[in-house]
């Protein structure tokens, strides 16, 4: 066992999936690691249990690239192959209903709806709500189902997990006691954690370049935000994202957020096709200056329409650049 001193109940969700006939697993739209990472380990231990299981998101159309070599990766399919009953739900590291996107209709054909997840703002919207929100993943969350449920976490199962893991800890930056001791364990499965971490994090095309110089050319620093903790931000927009993927946008948020002027830090990304449109993240620091001051950017993504955790939260926004960017001014006051 991981530990022995488990924060949450695990037992409906481990019943919940020994009895079920069929499963659907759902990740969240523009999916990341711990989303796929988790529903494809969750999945390989139902296939090995002779269980018929199919794993979707939304939106994008693609996975990215940089997930398309996680273990079970042909048990995705497109949102249409998605049935519309099921005996078993899962959702893994989806903070409401409305992070399933279209496919959040398929709630209502399911048997059982199980929600697994580690955002603090979870709205708890399944039959079984499975929530730590100290757990630094959802990753490490299933790790803690597979051990109450008795089922081996083998190499392709520790793959997919390290994947979440290593991630959202940001290379093991945002850690709780117990995340290094779960990292080890799964490295022992003979897994290569460097080459993981190398597809994940250190592999860019070559536009990528071009369009950080753009991004963080016009990055501002507003010094006075909450009392001076002060806020670091920038705006890609539409025309900076050609033959980019999500992932590359996404990674924006990692390098604005390491000004050492600014203890938030947000990027606000154009939609690519809906005129109006922005996804907006947020970071504060979990140490150093201004952590102290707890600046809770879950409590700001979820007044304005989002969710998240309390150090990296996001939520959806529509109007101009100076609309989005002073609406996000007025919550942090």
């Known amino acids: 066992m991981i530990s022995t001193d488990e924060p949450v109940e695990l037992g409906p969700a481990v019943r919940?999936?020994?009895?079920?006939?069929?499963?659907?697993?759902?990740?969240?739209?523009?999916p990341d690691a711990d989303t796929v990472g988790s529903g494809l380990a969750l999945a390989l231990v139902l296939r090995r249990r002779g269980i018929p299981v199919r794993v979707s998101f939304a939106e994008p159309a693609a996975l990215a690239v940089s997930l398309r070599t996680l273990p079970g990766a042909e048990l995705l399919v497109p949102p249409a192959e998605v049935?519309?009953?099921?005996?078993?739900?899962?959702?893994v590291d989806c903070g409401s209903a409305g992070r399933l996107g279209a496919l959040g209709d398929r709630l209502a054909g399911a048997g059982t709806t199980?929600?697994?997840?580690?955002?603090?703002?979870?709205?708890?919207?399944?039959?079984?709500?499975?929530?730590?929100?100290?757990?630094?993943?959802?990753?490490?969350?299933?790790?803690?189902?597979?051990d109450a449920w008795g089922e081996e976490i083998d190499a392709p199962?520790?793959?997919?997990?390290?994947?979440?893991?290593?991630?959202?800890?940001?290379?093991?930056?945002?850690?709780?006691?117990?995340?290094?001791?779960?990292?080890?364990?799964l490295l022992g499965t003979g897994i290569d954690g460097a080459e993981i971490s190398r597809g994940l994090l250190d592999t860019h095309p070559f536009g990528w370049l071009p369009m950080l110089a753009s991004v963080l050319?016009?990055?501002?620093?507003a010094p006075g935000v909450r009392g001076g903790i002060g806020l670091a931000y920038?705006?890609?927009?539409?025309?900076?994202?050609?033959?980019?993927g999500a992932e590359e946008v996404e990674s924006v948020i990692d390098i604005v957020r390491t000004s050492a002027e600014a203890g938030i830090a947000a990027v606000f990304k154009e939609h690519r096709t809906v005129d109006g449109r922005w996804t907006v993240s947020l970071r504060s620091r979990n140490s150093g200056p201004g952590a102290a001051d707890g600046v809770d950017?879950?409590?700001?993504?979820?007044?304005?329409?989002?969710?998240?955790?309390?150090?990296?939260?996001?939520?959806?926004?529509?109007?101009?650049?100076?609309?989005?960017?002073?609406?996000?001014?007025?919550?942090?006051?």
């Open 217 to 221: 050319g016009s990055a501002r620093l």
């Open 16 to 30: 919940a999936l020994d009895a079920a006939r069929s499963v659907t697993i759902l990740c969240h739209v523009q």
């Open 297 to 333: 950017v879950s409590a700001v993504a979820t007044a304005l329409g989002g969710g998240g955790h309390r150090f990296a939260a996001g939520y959806t926004a529509h109007g101009t650049a100076d609309d989005i960017l002073a609406a996000l001014l007025a919550a942090l006051e």
């Open 83 to 91: 049935p519309a009953e099921v005996d078993l739900l899962v959702t």
């Open 157 to 185: 199962v520790a793959h997919c997990l390290y994947a979440g893991l290593v991630t959202d800890t940001g290379s093991f930056r945002w850690v709780r006691p117990g995340t290094h001791g779960l990292a080890e364990r």
């Open 114 to 146: 199980l929600v697994i997840d580690h955002h603090r703002s979870n709205t708890r919207f399944g039959a079984i709500n499975l929530i730590d929100p100290d757990a630094e993943s959802t990753a490490g969350l299933v790790a803690r189902v597979l």
């Open 234 to 244: 920038a705006f890609v927009r539409r025309t900076d994202l050609r033959g980019l």
